[in-house]
């Protein structure tokens, strides 16, 4: 069996028919959005920006100060993104595996392309989550009359706040809003699949859990969530994490999810997972 073949297999089952996934994705983001709307009303705010809300959802969450009258809370919004989408593609490997995947692996004779397949399939999976919540966010802000720019608005800083450095009308951060999340969840998506390999599917979704709540707790350049938090880049807070480097190093962690997997599944004992 052909590379493309496989490849279509895999879009099929992993994507096509996994849809209910991602119209529930698009519900859920309803609120989120209805909530940023909600807050700016209340500063009677009215004219906002695409990037604006984009912040408000995918932008993080300021440092943490330990503090006994200010309790950590776990980031809800950024972390309902990255989690939803890691929940929602969690298992799809494993449960190949164990069915019709074994065929799959029989009769293309080779196990780096069934591999390789499925890594394609996640990132093109996880890339589909994002471009349908950024158009629906993108539809709901054009009908509630806001600007579709990628220019932040100098009042998200009293939405969200976003440091020492102040922001300021027509200002552009929309690579660190849109690609750094992405990435994040790319490499996540990537090592947790890897991890599967090794442990049962919760114990890998445990470890992106873990991962997202410390890179929320604590402003870290070791804790790669941050790099998916614009409000933790360097050019909102002078303690920030460096985006450029971060591109980086999300792309190798990438890159060792499927290395690693790789490495382990042909070694793997197939027949065990049937």
């Known amino acids: 069996m052909r590379f ?4 279509k297999f895999d879009l099929n089952y992993g994507i096509i028919k996994a849809y209910k996934k ?3 994705y698009l519900l859920l983001m309803i609120p989120v959005f209805f909530e940023f709307y909600v807050n ?3 500063f009677r705010i009215k004219h906002f920006s695409y990037a604006d809300v984009l912040m408000y959802i995918f932008g993080g969450v300021k440092e943490y100060t330990p503090s006994l009258v200010d309790p950590f ?3 809800y919004i950024w972390s309902l ?3 939803l989408i890691l929940y929602f593609i969690l298992n799809y490997m494993n449960k190949d595996l164990e069915g019709f995947g074994q065929q799959t692996i029989y009769r293309s004779k080779s196990r780096n392309i069934w591999w390789f397949s ?3 399939t996640q990132i093109i999976s996880v890339g ?6 950024w158009f629906e966010l993108l539809i709901l802000t054009l009908v509630l009359k806001g600007n579709a720019t990628l220019n932040l608005s100098s009042f998200i800083s009293n939405i969200v706040y976003a440091g020492d450095k102040v922001i300021s009308d027509n200002w552009n951060l929309s690579w660190e809003l849109m690609l750094m999340p992405f990435l994040f969840t790319v490499s996540m998506s990537l090592i947790q699949m890897a991890l599967c390999l090794f442990f049962r599917p919760v114990l890998s979704y445990v470890v992106s859990v873990i991962v997202c709540i410390s890179s929320s707790y604590c402003l870290s350049p070791f804790l790669i969530g941050n790099y ?3 409000i933790r880049s360097d050019k909102i807070v002078s303690n920030g994490v460096n985006m450029e480097i971060g591109v980086i190093i999300l792309i190798l962690i990438a890159a060792a999810g499927v290395i690693v997997g790789l490495f382990k599944f042909k070694k793997q004992n197939i027949l065990s997972k049937g």
Request: aromatic share 14%.
């Open 40 to 42: 700016i009303n209340s």
């Open 22 to 24: 991602y119209v529930a």
């Open 4 to 7: 493309i073949k496989l490849f």
């Open 128 to 133: 589909l989550y994002y471009l349908l919540a």
């Open 118 to 120: 499925k890594c394609i």
């Open 228 to 230: 998916s938090m614009p």
């Open 81 to 83: 993104n990255h989690l």
């Open 73 to 75: 809370q776990i980031p």
